[in-house]
T-cell receptor, first 113, second 115 residues
Framework: NAGVTQTPKFRILKIGQSMTLQCAQDMNHNYMYWYRQDPGMGLKLIYYSVGAGITDKGEVPNGYNVSRSTTEDFPLRLELAAPSQTSVYFC????????????FGNGTRLTVT | AQKVTQAQTEISVVEKEDVTLDCVYETRDTTYYLFWYKQPPSGELVFLIRRNSFDEQNEISGRYSWNFQKSTSSFNFTITASQVVDSAVYFCALSEARGNTPLVFGKGTRLSVIA
């Protein structure tokens, strides 16, 4: 099993550009999450989904959008990139609810200049 | 709202020393789950342990041990006889059964083990 796969691993964007961070899992997990990690700030939840067709905002959703059309995929969309979105983005999944540990992807390092 | 505090930003120890990483949490829920994750220099996040609020038994796994105390709202992590490979950022996290946010992380403690 590949687990949670994130693409790309690195990306540099110019201010105002758009992009989609891809996330796919092959474990048939219902729950999927997007976190961002800023230096010294831990991980902050951007959006999460409890199943196909259902998404909800996390702590820092502004500037991002998500969709969950299938169980496997949970892409994160940045519409108008800003320098404040420079971060490392982690996608994660878990089989059931809040009691289960998260399986993380390897992250996408995004720089907006 | 739930909150996790890891007061130690960075810790440096010499190999073979014991080290304890502190984690203090806040929650109003009676049912919750506590986690520790490790992030080595390569960047991936690795799950270490989960505890639920009804299980206060301490746990030992090799050189790792965890002390969960509801009375002080703490879930501390001790590494015995530290090794260079233990160098990483360690995150404590809290998930409430009924809270709005699925999982909240502390800011992490960077542990450096010097040979």
């Amino acid at each position: 099993n590949a687990g949670v796969t994130q693409t790309p691993k690195f990306r540099i964007l110019k201010i105002g550009q758009s992009m989609t961070l891809q996330c796919a899992q092959d474990m048939n997990h219902n729950y999927m999450y997007w976190y961002r990690q800023d230096p010294g700030m831990g991980l902050k939840l951007i959006y999460y989904s409890v199943g196909a067709g259902i998404t909800d905002k996390g702590e820092v959703p502004n500037g991002y959008n998500v969709s969950r059309s299938t169980t496997e995929d949970f892409p994160l969309r940045l519409e108008l990139a800003a320098p404040s979105q420079t971060s490392v983005y982690f996608c994660a999944s878990s089989p059931t609810g809040r009691e289960t540990p998260l399986h993380f992807g390897n992250g996408t390092r995004l720089t907006v200049t | 709202a739930q909150k996790v505090t890891q007061a130690q930003t960075e810790i440096s120890v010499v190999e073979k020393e014991d080290v304890t990483l502190d984690c203090v949490y806040e929650t109003r829920d009676t049912t919750y789950y506590l986690f520790w994750y490790k992030q080595p220099p390569s960047g991936e996040l690795v799950f270490l342990i989960r505890r639920n609020s009804f299980d206060e038994q301490n746990e030992i796994s090799g050189r790792y041990s965890w002390n969960f105390q509801k009375s002080t709202s703490s879930f501390n992590f001790t590494i015995t006889a530290s090794q260079v490979v233990d160098s990483a950022v360690y995150f404590c996290a809290l998930s409430e059964a009924r809270g709005n946010t699925p999982l909240v992380f502390g800011k992490g403690t960077r542990l450096s083990v010097i040979a």
